[in-house]
């Protein structure tokens, strides 16, 4: 293969952190507890080796010998070998690759918020107390894209740009009850259209394509109102972009003028990188009486980071909440921040509106998404501040300005025309007199990645046009290499220029957006005051359950960010991303081994969406296999979590509740009764494995085959891999689809809420409907994406969130197939160590027999008399004293046990593998502290927590005085209580000592509590 | 437990003050409280008409939802916006400032199925709640 000039240096990059300070980095296999730790906790469980862990497991489902994945590498061999991947990728020197993913400066501002350990490690902020620091990134974020765009609600990101599209077209329909057309141009990028049809399949919502006009490169408005008189009463609503995928700008006014003449939702795909003071016009006031569109959606990746190979990506999501419409913002998806107040009074910020969501709506939820992208879009509005109101200002006018330079240059040279006449921004379309493949392979030849192939797009039967995108990373010299290749490829041009192609100012923003200027020192300050206002697995067991809140390597953070991994962009000829193909190809081999089945797709970009892309796949083979049947039912357990219903609902299934028997578990009489009655109307079953009260369903392969009995599919929701990898064989269980959750089980960080991954193996059955494209290893030795034969279509717009997969994949080397069982088995181990100390004290649910232990994590609750002796004195509920009690975990530096689910009176606890013996017994010592402290002052609870950053959030003024965003002049202000103790100081103080210390808080806070 | 005796009660926990040809109709004491702290009331418009047992609007609190179903079939004829508004209303007085919606019976006979205040308190009772 033809090596072309390469930007990354041969040096290998130091390490950004110091391995041997952080004690975690380099154990084995990052376990915590060491040989003689796991030796004490056997024996304290009467056990002999990890094995006996698995005892209950049937026969006939567990792996044999090793599983097939590689043999674990050491620390620095490790990091040798991800550089020399890395290396595989070639980054040009120039590049003007966009489509949608336009190449901007990565700011100084994010690699450092990359390395807050505090921001990027913690969960989602339910716990709002300790997590401010998330909470006020995120709400920072919102803030900006709401000055940008004008739209009040815009939520805290969603996936990327195509699932915020199918999302928004979603919410059209809410919005317009018994209506189920969306007319989308064709002129959105094709990546994002493919995936919107994928998801609509099925669904009830019918997609039209309204065409591009070869002629002039955009929709006519008119050809919109032809095919909207043809759908009539069923359309709901029209989207369409304002820079197209050929760079042209679409006549936003006319069209958003014609969708409210229509009485329908209007839906712009939008670059707020394009929305800055001097760029085009926000699409809050499209329209001739700038009234606005209903919806705006757009990609937010290159505003924070590089193309990463495609992801992770950041949906942007906005629609409008102000006096006249404040109901609409309740039929949307996604998390959104609100500013409320703690119960001084102080400022605080917390997710509000969660009533919409799938773990309180289940099937009847907006949405099945779970996660956001939290973390980029944090970095997001770190780096919308660090270029401030002029930085943004020079980065929108210095894309518009090459561009238009560039343009009138290279269309004069001999054969090489603009391809369309008509106004952009930051790209356009060239038409050259040669074949567009073999002139973007000259300029790669010459280390130029010139831009995408956009012939099929035009569909004007020639393949001579190529996209050309420009962003604020062209320096002149740049500029000056295109201008030097087209001489060499097309001879001397007419030195007369010709008319510089204008934006017409009715395209223009009017007024200024007013971001502040930050200085780049108190930027700095400011988001690590916000690291320090989170709490991270980094410091003590994060109790989490069904969280997996383990250990996150620095070395995988490190081999992401290598830039021939982060510069690679996804359009990019496929010889230059040789280096990214491997990772994908070698990963997607190492999860049919450790799941024991035959294909794999990478493209799921979380658990929920991991599970959408299952139950596709059902879809789409019973079309294939059973065509006439009617399979409409998903089968889904009692104890299941609400993702999962509301999954099966958004892929368009009739749901079907399987019973819980007295254990907790799968009922397997009411299994036979329900198949025996629904017979081939089920597609498939959807079930969690350990299940969400951590035990493990040992009748899963019974009930796979009644499910096989009538050529239905099974699902398990990989949820709680981390109990079983490397001992349980999916593949011999009949499973036919999982996801794994690449941010529980396999190390990559959750980041306050995502990005997330959640990629899919499948059996046999499904190999052929995966979605996106396989990698293959050709006998030649260059990797090279394959469709499968009859794919789904595409869940993602390119390849899921990449740099996670370069995460996981650092992360399963160090592992290698002897670690993997190692780490599940020391995770369970660990919980049934906690569980025999802390059963000693609490009850626990469901009461576990000797045939069903405990596995990764167990469920904690007090007995009705203790919950009414607590009742008697404070007057709480009794699900109101279990989430005080999760506050209480607070006030000892720690997060709170997961409560509330699965069970309402349920504190689950889940440790990891990660913390070593003295860790946990640490935990069990705060643990039964908690509840003696109850017992004997369960005032405690009603002023609970007393030493995080803001005291307990009042979440009902939130929800009812709503407040998702505001103008910013200058970064909030950090909350610092009076009573504040970090969490640092508290892990160095005795348990005895913080109890009192609570006691004392309590009186000092509420002076008459004990007065009565 | 407040169960005023001049009103009817359904099984979801709705109430039902009617002259026979029109009705108001509210959510009880019981539910207000199961509920908890109430952030969000969405009403239907005037003029919507729907049938028994259908939903016609939904009450929310910080974690959780509750769809209203209508006790009797009817069409509005008024919402009371000042509850939407200021939702703690429902919570402080779920009888009388706190109704929801007025309605144009259209089968006055469905009175008859539903429950007096004791046979509510029984229902209740039964329900183990």
Known sequence: MATIPSTVTTQR?????????????????????????QQAMLEALGLKSLGELY?????????????????????????????????????????????????????????????????????????????????????????????LTGFEAVNASLYDRATALFEACNTARRLMPKRNTILIAESVYPGDLAVVETLARETGMVIRRVPINPNTGVIDPEEVRRVAAQVGGDLAGIVFPQTNSLGCLEDVHALTDL???????????????????????????????????????????????????????????????????????????????????????????????????????????????????????????????????????????????????????????????????????????????QDADDLIEAARQKGIHLGVNVSRRIGDGNNRSILISFGDIHSPDNLQQLVLFFTEQFGIGDALA????????????????????????ALRAYYSALDALNVSPDDAVFPLGSCTMKYNPRINDWAAALAGFSQAHPEAPVADVQGSLQVLYEIDHWFKGITGLAGVTTQPVAGAQGELVALKMFQAYHADQHAGEARRIILIPHSAHGTNPAT?????????????????????????????????????????????????????????????????????????????????????????????????TWSIPHGGGGPGDGMVAVSEKLVNYLPGEQIVLGADGIYRPVPAEKSIGSIH?????????????????ALGQEGIPQMSGVAVLSARYLYQKLSQVYQTIPVTSAQDPVMHEFILTLSSEQFRAINTKTKLTDTQIIARMGKIFLDFGLHAPTVAFPEAKGLMIEPTESFTKAELDRFVEVVLAIHALVMEHPEVLLSAPH???????????????????????????IPNQALRIPPAQLHQMSVEEIAQRIVAAHEAVVPMAHAG | MNLPEDLKYSR??????????????????????????????????????????????????????????????????????????????????????????????????????????????????????
């Open chain 1, 13 to 37: 990059p130091p390490f950004n952190f110091d391995p041997t300070a952080h004690a975690q980095e380099l154990r084995p296999f990052y376990i915590g507890a060491n040989a003689a730790d």
């Open chain 1, 55 to 147: 005892g209950h497991l049937p026969e006939g489902i567990r792996f044999d010998g090793p599983i097939a994945v590689p043999k674990v590498l050491d620390y620095e061999a490790l990091a040798k070998h991800l550089w020399e991947v890395s290396l595989k990728n070639n980054i040009p020197e120039v590049s003007f690759l966009g489509d949608g993913l336009p190449q901007y400066a990565v700011q100084d501002i994010v690699p450092f918020v990359c390395g807050l350990r505090g921001l990027t490690t913690a969960y989602t902020s339910y716990q709002a107390e300790i997590g401010q620091g998330t909470l006020q990134g995120l709400w920072i974020y919102q803030c900006v894209m709401r000055m």
């Open chain 1, 259 to 433: 969708a409210d003449e229509l009485g329908v939702k209007s839906i712009a795909v939008i670059d707020p990188m394009q929305l800055a003071t001097g760029g085009l016009v926000p699409p809050a006031e499209f329209g001739s009486r700038k009234q606005g569109t209903t919806m705006f959606v757009g990609e937010g990746q290159h505003l924070a980071i590089g193309p990463n190979f495609g992801g992770p990506g950041v949906g942007i999501f906005g629609i409008r909440f102000n006096e006249a419409d404040k109901l609409s913002i309740r039929q949307t998806p996604g998390r959104f921040v609100g500013q409320g107040k703690d119960v001084e009074g102080a400022d605080a910020h917390l997710l509000v509106l969660s009533t919409r969501e799938q773990h309180i709506r289940r099937e009847k939820a907006t949405s099945n998404i779970c996660t956001n992208q939290a973390f980029v879009a944090l970095a997001i509005g770190a780096s919308i501040l660090a270029r401030g109101e002029e930085g943004m200002a020079a980065s929108c006018k210095k894309g518009h300005d090459s561009a238009h330079r560039m343009a009138d240059i290279l269309a004069e040279f001999p054969g090489v025309r603009l391809r369309f006449a008509g106004a952009f921004w930051n790209e356009f379309v060239l038409e050259t007199s």
């Open chain 1, 498 to 521: 010709g008319p510089a192609v204008k934006v017409p100012a009715v395209f223009l923003r009017e007024a200024a957006v007013g971001l502040p200027q930050i200085p780049d020192a």
């Open chain 1, 648 to 744: 099966a609902a958004t892929a368009g299934y009739d749901i079907v509740e399987i019973k819980a028997d007295a254990t907790g578990k799968m009922d397997m009489d009411h299994v036979r009764e329900l198949v025996a009655n629904h017979g081939r109307q089920i597609a498939g079953v959807m079930v969690t494995n350990p299940n969400t009260s951590g035990v493990f369903e040992t009748q899963f392969k019974e009930m796979a085959e009644l499910i096989h009995g009538v050529e239905g599919l099974v699902f398990m929701d990989g949820a709680n891999m981390n109990a079983i990898a490397g001992w349980a064989n999916l593949g011999a269980m009949g499973v036919d689809a999982v996801h794994n959750n690449l941010h529980k």
């Open chain 1, 797 to 813: 717009r390119h390849w899921g969130n990449f740099a996670h997969k370069v995460r996981a994949y650092a992360y399963l080397l």
């Open chain 1, 947 to 973: 030493f995080t950053p803001v005291r307990r959030i009042d979440d009902v003024l939130a929800n009812r005085n709503l407040l998702v965003s505001a103008q910013l002049d200058d970064l909030p202000v």
């Open chain 2, 12 to 129: 979801e926990h709705e109430w039902v003050k009617s002259d026979g040809k029109t009705a108001t109709i509210g959510i009880t004491d019981y539910a207000q409280e199961r509920l908890g702290e109430i952030v969000f009331v969405e009403l239907p418009n005037d003029g919507e008409e729907f049938e028994k047992d259908e939903t016609f609007g939904v009450v929310e609190s910080v974690k959780s939802v509750n769809d209203i179903y209508a006790p009797v079939s009817g069409r509005v004829i008024e919402s009371n916006d000042p509850v939407v508004e200021t939702p703690e209303i429902l919570n402080e007085d779920p009888y009388a400032e706190g109704w929801l919606i007025k309605v144009e019976l259209t089968d006055p006979r469905e009175l008859k199925d539903l429950m007096s205040a004791k046979e509510y308190e029984a229902f209740l009772k039964e329900e183990g709640e």
